[in-house]
């Protein structure tokens, strides 16, 4: 067998290891055919500098992974069954032409994650303030996971979440929310249970129905499970019941997706009226209302309206909600209540998926609840974001002063206001970009499918979060955003 040139320049790998790939890939090749001797140990020791026992190793190796095999006195053969054609015989090394995959599905690939903490004024929607997280407190809880260890709980099961965790998200939502909870399941965020809910129920074709303006990520996955997007009309209070009553007649819709606290993206609180006007109608026409309470925590004007949720004697509504708000996005902890046969189902689809979520998050996060810990932090970013949201609502109104012809409501809570700076908005987000500031425009929140009779030519709106920011920066982004659009 003729030497291999072999540069051993892997710093960080062990020397059989690299001759072990040398040969193997010599093998694949052709280089060294079906069937050929290896030189012996002694040859190959002398050959490659190496001692005998880092050989021994490289060509054990091989023997177990089954590209050689070892012959009583005659020493090492490459495996004749291994079907490679020589190189030699090879007048050409036939070039290999990849073939395209076949997808069932070809979504959008996912733009890499842009870093928010690079922008000086970031005015991103939904942004919790992450320097005001409590990480000391909450590390408190990591550890009283590893100090009261109990191993059962690191198996496979409990596909729904920690029992701990569920018993305190359960009594939290009981007192804050007024929910009371039948059964909980707890997912990787809202996102995974969007998914979920999608795969239970949507079949190729079903209608979902959804606000014009609304959360891009729900309705892709709406969509990517096979369903056909109607988008309702809405107003400045929100859905229009009407144009929902128009649509159900005219189409079997199976599912409604609702923010009805603070409507995504334009903040609107859905009054108690629609609410049991939508509600209704949604039993009427054997709708399911998929209601995502993402921020509930967050209302300054009063106490935030109890979910629909809370009133839903005909167990149509399914319930969720996330700690990407109230904590932080990464831990992703969301949660879905809805009734028991629901949750069976929604189980069913997380044990395929991915079995359940990381349980040592989920038990910290049930002490932090647990400590009063949560509720403290709650308390404190309530208050903060509350000073930050009249500080963007005074800021705007001085911009108003100043003669700008800025438009807004000011909302009954959330961490964002909708802005009509009666101005075209398109490009706006890149031009503000380059000048290290973050916003969302109106263009990004339609459904690119949607009705075009639905999405207005001039769209003037801007979503600007307020909650992430401190108010010095809110008071001179604003300003900065006020010179570049007027
Ligand atoms: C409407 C809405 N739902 C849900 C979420 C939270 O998603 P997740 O729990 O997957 O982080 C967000 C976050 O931006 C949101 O805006």
Known sequence: MQPLNIEFN?????????????????????????????????????????NRHTIMNALQLLVAEGWIESHERSGYKVIQTLPIQSSADIKQVPTVTPKPYKFAKELAVPTPAMNLN?????????????????????????????????????????????????????????????????????????????????????????????????????????????????????????????????????????????????????????????????????????????????????????????????DDPAGIVIYLSTFSKIMFSAARIGYICASAQVIEQLSAWKQLMNHKNDVVMQLAVANFMQEGAFERHLKRMTKLYKERYEQMSASLIKLQSNGLPIEFKKPDGGMAMWVNLNKPVHGLKNALQKKGVYIQAEPEFYYKEAARSLIPKQQSYIRLGFAGQSTQSIQAGLELIAKHVY
């Open 10 to 50: 892997e710093q960080h790998k062990a020397k059989y290891l690299q001759l072990a790939q040398a040969l193997r890939s010599a093998i694949i090749k052709g280089d060294i055919a079906v069937g050929t001797k290896l030189s012996s140990a002694r040859e190959m020791a002398k050959i490659y500098q190496l």
């Open 118 to 310: 690079n922008f000086k004024y970031n005015f991103a929607g939904g942004l919790p303030d992450l320097n005001c997280f409590p990480y000391r407190e909450f590390k408190r809880s990591v550890s009283y996971v590893f100090n009261h260890l109990d191993t059962s709980q690191f198996h496979y099961g409990n596909v729904a979440g920690e029992l701990n965790l569920k018993s305190q998200i359960g009594s939290y939502l009981h007192k804050a929310r007024n929910l009371k909870t039948t059964d909980l399941l707890i997912c990787n965020g809202s996102q995974e249970a969007l998914f979920l809910i999608s795969k239970v129920f949507i079949n190729n074709g079903d209608y979902v129905a959804t606000e014009t303006l609304g959360y891009p990520p729900a309705r892709k996955a709406f969509s990517a499970c096979g369903a056909q997007l109607i988008d309702i009309k809405q107003d400045e209070y929100g859905l229009c019941v009407e144009d929902l009553k128009a649509q159900l007649m005219s189409n079997k819709i199976k599912l409604l997706y609702l923010t009805p606290l603070h409507q995504y993206p334009t903040t609107v609180t859905l009054s108690p009226t629609r609410r049991m006007q939508i509600y209704q109608l949604c039993y009427q026409y054997d709708v399911l209302i998929i209601e995502d309470d993402y921020d509930h925590e967050f209302h300054y004007r009063c106490q935030p309206l109890q979910p629909m949720a809370a």
